[in-house]
């Protein structure tokens, strides 16, 4: 067994058995060493964004005091749904490890397929979006684009 | 100009002169009135994280003390990227306004775009994501469903 997937599976009992949230433990590793651990904390902080990627991820990004987490490989019990797959994308992980897949999820009650689906087919969100105000949203971004020294992430 | 929005785009304005992040705030209402407000704060926070969705969804649920934003609408100043997306739909946010496009956060150096491509066709993520011990993860994931007294989320 992997000893990373190991860490990442305790973390995650770790917060079951706590009334956290789900059972859902990641390891941030970088050169081999562990940056930082999180789990799921959706119920214990009352954040429906918190799954265990998340909390990882800010997690390894104080510890390096950095948003940029490029070079790092995430350990994870679960495969991520579209926030948590996107959060490593945003993060610039190189390299995502999952142990259970999204079909398993949904065998113990979570809704990652319906959302994948909703993300790939725009038109199964039927009206859940809705556009307005472009132009004057516009003129934010265009403002956004003139300013100088501007961090990029 | 719908007032909710006027207030996302002050909320974002504030945040990119303050060199927060990207230009993206956003507003959470509940029966015509405002529950909280977000914005970018990546770079401040060091967390990649940290949209303005998600900082609105965060602000909004210490606000209301849960982690279910059902009746709750969001208006947000960019159309957000499938990690915000998810997290709205987690959160159970009944309706996104949004103003500026995805391919309008590609004109200002963003890569949400690809990132939409990428959830949606899993092909383009390459070796972006292994399995790893799934019998040891199913384990878990067994445990957790035969636990009495959790909340569900």
């Known amino acids: 067994m992997n000893k990373f997937m190991q860490m990442a599976i305790e973390e995650a009992k770790q917060g079951i058995t706590s009334g956290h949230g789900g059972p859902f433990g990641s390891v941030i590793v970088k050169d081999g060493k562990v940056v930082a ?30 948003f940029d987490l490029s070079g790092c490989e995430i350990y994870t019990t679960g495969e991520p749904c579209p926030m948590c797959l996107c959060a490593c994308m945003w993060a610039n992980i190189s390299k995502i490890y999952y142990g259970c897949t999204i079909g398993d999820n949904a065998e113990i009650g979570f809704r990652d397929d319906s959302f994948y689906q909703k993300v790939a087919d725009r038109s199964q969100l039927g009206q859940y979006l809705a556009q307005l105000d472009h132009e004057h949203c516009q003129e934010l971004f265009a403002f956004y684009k003139s300013m100088t020294n501007k961090t990029n992430y």
Chains 1, 2 share one sequence.
Do not use: F, S, W, Y
Not at 38 to 62: F, S
């Open 37 to 66: 651990k999180g789990h799921n904390r959706v119920v214990q902080n009352n954040d429906p964004t918190c799954h265990g990627e998340v909390d990882a991820i800010r997690n390894a990004c104080q510890v390096l005091g950095t």
